[in-house]
């Protein structure tokens, strides 16, 4: 029994694998009831991530939840971003495979990280949340949830400080050393961060928690710490973190980022500044928003080039217009230009609905 199991498990892998190489773009939604969850939904569900904690369990809730729960958490933010719409994009991803989807505007996180006061991040909270509907989440299928109108009630506050019973100190500061502002020397808020995002996981009942794969230690706490109050453990998807526009770490005082509602010439500038060198991948920003922002967007997209360095080359997958990119078909300059204005276009309805 066991052995046919693992046989059937390996094959679905091996199925999942095979898949991830050739398609990257999914044309079909099928269906999405339970015990028919199609394979085009399912690699639409797990394409562009870095990990998934577990596949298995998340098998598993596909089959038996026809409308799971997933969320993703934001702290509020003077702007939304390129970072930011990572993770956005795999909630639009989730929500067409039949996720109903909750966007935690996560306010009081932001005001234990020093980012304002209590009104300040509220009304920021505000602000991002029309940034995140004009990104394309279905309004019918999207909860947004403000984290001051929860966290302080009773009985959230209690279910912290159960948890605090439970976690050393040294676990919480562990879960915090890739999100934290001031790792050195952090502050208690910054411990009791982690705790309230395990208690969000429990009270919004989320199956599925998405985020940067910069969260990975915080959700493997909750994963650990929720069962120990009689919640169950959630699934943890995690995105990778993309370059910032001269391929190092994003960074909002490197101005090294492009927000949502940038106006099209920075957008521009910006793009065509930034560091792309001919056939490298490693920290390239050009091709990361290619591949996590352009392709999964549309289903095939142009380079234009003068007929004298080759013409117009059409792309139907990232992974073609990659091969070319590293071969050195395809130079940096010509990528640029269709980059820019390919994210001028996908931005516009922020630009709009924002101004
Ligand atoms: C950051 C940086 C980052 C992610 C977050 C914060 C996430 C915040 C959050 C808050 C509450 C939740 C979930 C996530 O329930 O990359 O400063």
């Known amino acids: 029994m066991f052995v046919f199991a693992s046989a059937v498990n390996q094959f679905i892998r091996l199925l999942i694998v095979s898949l991830r190489r050739t398609k990257s773009i999914i044309h079909t939604y099928s269906c999405s009831r339970p015990g028919e969850f199609s394979l085009d939904m399912f690699e639409l569900v797990i394409r562009n991530t870095e990990e998934i904690v577990t596949l298995d369990e998340l098998r598993d809730l596909l089959v038996k939840k026809q ?42 996180h ?57 976690t050393t100190l040294n676990r919480a500061r562990r879960s915090m050393d890739e999100v934290s502002r001031s790792a050195e020397n952090p502050m208690v808020s910054q411990m009791i961060y982690p705790l309230m995002q395990a208690i969000d996981i429990a009270d919004l009942k989320i199956d599925l928690a998405v985020g940067g ?99 117009d080359v059409t792309y139907q997958s990232y992974e073609v217009l990659e091969k070319d990119f590293v071969s050195g078909a395809m130079h940096p300059q010509d990528l640029k230009k269709s980059c820019s204005s390919y994210l001028i276009e996908i931005l516009t309805p922020v630009r709009e609905h924002i101004s």
Do not use: W
């Not at 939304?80 to 067409?96: E, F, P, R």
């Not at 999207?142 to 506050?157: A, M, R, S």
């Not at 930034?274 to 549309?298: E, G, Q, S, T």
């Open 67 to 108: 409308n799971p729960r997933a969320y993703v958490g934001y702290e509020t933010s003077g702007k939304i971003h390129l970072g930011h719409m990572l993770t956005a994009n795999k909630l639009l991803d989730l929500q067409k495979a039949g996720f109903d989807v909750i966007v935690l505007l996560a306010d009081l």
């Open 110 to 166: 932001a005001f234990l990280n020093e980012k304002g006061t209590l009104e300040e991040v509220r009304d920021i909270a505000y602000y991002n949340r029309d940034c995140f509907m004009s990104l394309g989440l279905d309004p019918q299928k999207t909860e947004f949830v403000y984290g001051t109108d929860y966290q302080l009630k009773d009985d959230y506050v209690l279910k912290i400080l159960q948890m605090a019973r439970n």
């Open 213 to 311: 794969i910069d969260q990975r230690k915080i959700h493997m706490l909750a994963r650990e710490e929720l069962p120990r109050l009689g919640f169950p453990a959630p699934i943890c998807m995690h995105t990778p973190l993309i370059p910032g526009l001269d391929g190092q770490k994003m960074s909002s005082s490197k101005g090294n980022n492009i927000s949502v509602d940038e106006p099209a010439e920075d957008i521009e500038k910006k793009i065509m500044n930034a560091f792309c060198p001919a056939k490298v991948l490693d920290d390239n920003p050009i091709m990361a928003i290619f591949k996590y922002h352009i392709f999964p967007r549309l289903s095939e997209m142009t380079v234009k080039r003068p007929a004298k360095f080759g013409g």
